[in-house]
């Protein structure tokens, strides 16, 4: 019997037949049956995560908020409210279904504040902390079906991608929908134009947010007959919704002030701080605003961002895990420099971005023109020491300003 010569001990390919024949000890194995193995640990490595009892690892509110603590500045009602509602939700999700039990309903959340306040960073520490996958859409750019934009499953395309595309750990992850005061109601007047991408997403979001099973297209874009669809379920997925509202501050203001006519009224009442009038927002504001009562429904957990103050902005900077300030310190640091910048520095700073009223995004904003140059020099220098001082600061940012003045006239 004729010799075959060298063979794939798995398939028994000769390697003529193949493009590639790995060696062993005592045995070879051909290309094709690596990949075959390697599709098969892949699927078993899927499979035992799954097994796993959860990969939630759901702690406490206190827990949760002190991990909230070391990322966000301030927010301290808003981090106590989102710590209690997400606790909630997830203990939800492992609550052991029983036909005659107590169901258990979703507590979607709204955060209302300002520019710049901490929304988005708050739902991405919290999706940090329960390894959950996190999406992030923006309102703007939902409309009804069949009209220019997205459609609202849109959401979920981009939630399917952030979990790898694996089905059921989408469908327990967390989607934030920034920018949603911009699909608030137009008005109440009657128009001959038809508000495609305002109360008619907020009609198309109702079902999304309370639970329901959606056709999803995979990879985005219209939908459209000859699809292929992947069915995502909304029960588990807690959806936070956030936006500036600008201009509510305007309607809690005038509510304040009616309840405050008559005989009624208590002298010995706290008095309203009228620099965060957001503290005191209820359901009815936002309803004045745009929303219509049942998306407020389906978003029961209300809370609010406080205005960023001087001391806030200042501990941003240096405070949090990911600080501005040790950002550009690991910066230099990867190019061997080592990088100082004293307190009259951070306080300018501080004091122009209060001045920009551009809240948080001001700081980064207001640093970058300032270390730009130096980020251009230093690396594959000799200089191996940067310190900014006030001197340094003022010069830099005012020189990047009229630079900007002088290529804008």
Do not use: W
């Amino acid at each position: 019997m004729a010799k075959k010569g060298l063979q794939c001990s798995f398939c028994g390919r000769v390697k003529a037949e193949t493009n590639l024949l790995i060696a062993g000890v005592d045995a070879h194995i051909c290309d094709q049956c690596i990949e075959q193995a390697h599709g098969i640990v892949v699927e078993e490595i899927k499979q035992l995560s799954h097994q796993l009892p959860t990969d939630l690892t759901v702690k406490t509110p206190k827990e949760i908020r002190a991990f909230l603590d070391t990322y966000v500045i301030g927010q301290e009602q808003t981090k106590k409210v989102l710590s209690v509602a997400v606790y909630n939700h997830y203990k939800r999700l492992l609550q052991k279904t029983d036909t005659n039990d107590v169901e258990i309903e979703k507590s979607n959340i709204l955060m209302i504040g300002q520019t710049g306040t901490g929304k988005t960073l708050v739902a991405k520490t919290i999706a940090k902390m329960l390894h959950v996958p996190l999406a992030i859409v923006d309102a703007t750019v939902l409309t009804e079906a069949g009209y220019v934009g997205e459609d609202v499953e849109s959401i979920l395309t981009r939630l399917l991608q952030a979990a790898d595309y694996d089905l059921e750990k989408a469908e327990k992850g967390i989607v934030f929908i920034d920018e949603i005061d911009k699909i608030a109601r137009k008005g109440d007047n009657p128009s001959i134009t038809r508000d495609v991408s305002g109360e008619g997403v907020q009609q198309a979001l109702l079902k999304l947010l309370e639970g329901t099973v959606v056709n999803v297209p995979p990879k985005g874009g219209r939908k459209h007959p000859d699809q292929k669809f992947v069915e995502v379920n909304t029960q588990n997925i807690l959806f936070i919704a956030g936006g500036a509202f600008d201009g509510i501050d305007k309607i809690i203001s005038k509510r304040l002030n009616q309840q405050a006519v008559g005989y009624s009224v208590s002298k010995d009442g706290d008095e309203i701080d009228k620099e965060n009038l957001l503290q005191y927002i209820i359901p009815k504001d936002v309803k004045d605003f745009g929303l219509i009562p049942e998306i407020i429904g389906r978003l029961p957990v209300l809370t609010h961002m406080d205005p960023l103050d001087r001391n806030a902005l200042r501990a941003i900077l240096t405070e949090p895990k990911n600080a501005l300030i040790k950002q550009y310190k690991k910066l230099f640091e990867i190019d061997g420099v080592t990088f100082e910048i004293t307190d009259e520095a951070l306080n300018f700073i501080v004091d122009k971005a209060l001045e920009y009223k551009l809240g948080a995004r001001g700081l980064r904003s207001l640093c970058e023109a300032i270390l730009t140059d130096a980020m251009y020099e230093l690396p594959g220098s000799d200089n191996k020491e940067l310190i900014i001082d006030l001197d340094y600061a003022q010069d830099a940012l005012n020189k990047n300003l009229l630079k900007r003045l002088r290529n804008a006239s």
